[in-house]
């Protein structure tokens, strides 16, 4: 008889970070290298296609995560809305849809489809004949599109920012590096001498030596990005950079804990199965949800504030 075969050694910490660093350095270079080739159709286009996606797709890994969690969701409805939100945003700042030229114009238009939006799920609780579970729905289905795709769309508005002259590309492409220096920062520093841990019930990995990580290499990446490139970035000085640094570099760590919390209560090592070893698409833009927003009302009420 033949030795039975063993079973595939799950991937090390090591190769974890490495295949998810690769994949995210995959992602991005493809929507930054649009960005910065020049021509606005490309830029625009695969930009806005791209955070599309990547909103859609993240959204359906929340909804699948609630389901593991028996909790009723309606999925059709928040898809479809979510993909209206990250459309309309896009059409907003094309001009199709009447005045572009003022960031209160995009958020009257978010916050009269989120109007809809509840107003709708309620209506389409009325009318099924299966979920009793009216609150849980409306609820869990709500959150998913304020999660995933209402989070993310501030990336949209940070690069078409009105009175950047188009540099609001740069503004992207900070947050990006500097978020991802977070999650950089916080594996090395905590892999090699983390020993007292954050929240070992949600997150059993995180350490505060990794999180003094996080903060050190975000900040670092913050003020180096800040010398080699102030000068496209309208109102930013050193002392923004430092700020900046931190405030990303914690918020980055927060958004990754609250992604173990959900896949922690689903009973899921990962979000999705998109990328074999590494996990789903809310895996990669967990430590971006809640940065992005952040960035742009720095942006809009502290870097650009008349």
Request: with cysteine.
């Amino acid at each position: 008889m033949s030795a039975p075969a063993h079973a595939p050694l799950p991937p090390g910490k090591a190769q974890v970070f490495l295949r998810r660093a690769a994949s995210t350095l995959l992602l991005w270079t493809v929507v930054i290298a649009a960005m910065f080739s020049g021509n606005r159709v490309l830029s625009d286009g695969v930009c806005g296609l791209f955070i599309t996606a990547l909103a859609l797709v993240g959204l359906l890994e929340f909804y699948g995560l609630a389901e593991n969690c028996r909790l009723a969701c309606f999925k059709f409805s928040g898809v479809v809305a979510g993909g209206l939100l990250m459309v309309g945003t896009f059409a907003h700042f094309q001009g199709w849809l009447g005045i572009h030229d003022t960031p209160a114009r995009v958020n009257d238009f978010e916050t009269g489809l989120l109007i809809l939006f509840v107003l709708g799920l309620c209506v389409r609780q009325f009318l099924s004949k299966e979920n009793f579970s009216g609150i849980t729905a409306i609820a869990v289905t709500l959150f998913g599109l304020m999660y995933v795709p209402w989070l993310l769309n501030f990336i949209q508005k940070i690069f078409y920012f009105p009175g950047l002259n188009g540099d609001g590309k740069y503004y992207v492409l900070y947050f990006l590096l500097v978020t991802k220096f977070s999650d950089m920062g916080a594996y090395l520093l905590g892999s090699l001498i983390g020993k007292h841990k954050m929240i070992p019930r949600i997150s059993p990995a995180k350490t505060w030596e990794g999180f003094a990580g996080a903060i050190l290499v975000s900040t670092g990446g913050s003020l180096a990005f800040v010398h080699f490139f102030g000068a496209h970035m309208a109102g930013m000085n050193t002392l923004h950079a430092l700020v900046l640094g931190v405030v990303l570099s914690i918020a980055a760590v927060i958004g990754d804990l609250i992604e173990s919390l959900f896949k922690r209560e689903a009973g899921a090592k990962d979000s999705g199965k998109l990328f074999p070893g590494i996990g789903g698409i809310l895996d990669l833009l967990d430590s971006l949800l809640f940065n992005a927003p952040l960035m742009y009302l720095y942006l809009r009420h502290i870097l650009t504030h008349p």
